[in-house]
T-cell receptor
Framework: DTGVSQNPRHKITKRGQNVTFRCDPISEHNRLYWYRQTLGQGPEFLTYFQNEAQLEKSRLLSDRFSAERPKGSFSTLEIQRTEQGDSAMYLC??????????FGSGTRLTVV | GENVEQHPSTLSVQEGDSAVIKCTYSDSASNYFPWYKQELGKRPQLIIDIRSNVGEKKDQRIAVTLNKTAKHFSLHITETQPEDSAVYFCADARDMRFGAGTRLTVKP
């Protein structure tokens, strides 16, 4: 296990297109988180899974955003009808219980 | 929602000096506070954490203190080195919220 893996590393898409990102957490971690980070800012919480259950969603997560973790392992984050304001680094992290996160390298989304 | 305030936003010190970064939180039930270091273009990495049952924790040149009554916690880096230069984030893990970050520059 080499840590948290995110794909793709970079994604350039045209406004209005849909995009999907994937996160593979550390295998024994039951918690998985999605954050968004823009330049010069801290990570902003988007959503959180414990096993396959999505337990919390930020109000930042509009109805264009959806996340799944179907078998409690990998997760996907989909953004529909992308807007320029969606351009950011999307970070995935995983943890066990109340312990520090291990972050993935992120997916950098650019909407043109 | 619950907030984490972090100060200062930028900090510049001479090599060998100490650096202190402070954070405040608002949720009285919060009980776990990790700190992350993010170098340019890289992922945030956990450097130290503290739980609410202790007031201080130290790991070599890095220490973290927690004041639950005042709802604030601080990161202390002693004998700073140029490789300490990075952005540091505090977090309230219970509420899954991060501070806005402190850009630390250590001048040789």
């Amino acid at each position: 296990d080499t840590g948290v893996s995110q794909n793709p590393r970079h994604k350039i898409t045209k406004r209005g297109q849909n995009v999907t990102f994937r996160c593979d957490p550390i295998s024994e971690h039951n918690r998985l988180y999605w954050y968004r980070q823009t330049l010069g800012q801290g990570p902003e919480f988007l959503t959180y899974f414990q096993n396959e259950a999505q337990l919390e969603k930020s109000r930042l997560l509009s109805d264009r955003f959806s996340a799944e973790r179907p078998k409690g392992s990998f997760s996907t984050l989909e953004i529909q009808r992308t807007e320029q304001g969606d351009s950011a680094m999307y970070l995935c992290a995983s943890s066990t219980g109340d312990n520090g996160y291990t972050f993935g390298s992120g997916t950098r989304l650019t909407v043109v | 929602g619950e907030n984490v305030e972090q100060h200062p936003s930028t900090l510049s010190v001479q090599e060998g000096d100490s650096a202190v970064i402070k954070c405040t939180y608002s949720d009285s039930a919060s009980n776990y506070f990790p700190w992350y270091k993010q170098e340019l273009g890289k992922r945030p990495q956990l450097i130290i954490d503290i739980r609410s049952n202790v007031g201080e924790k130290k790991d070599q040149r890095i220490a973290v203190t927690l004041n639950k009554t005042a709802k604030h916690f601080s990161l202390h880096i002693t004998e700073t080195q140029p490789e300490d230069s990075a952005v540091y984030f505090c977090a309230d893990a219970r509420d899954m919220r991060f501070g806005a970050g402190t850009r630390l520059t250590v001048k040789p």
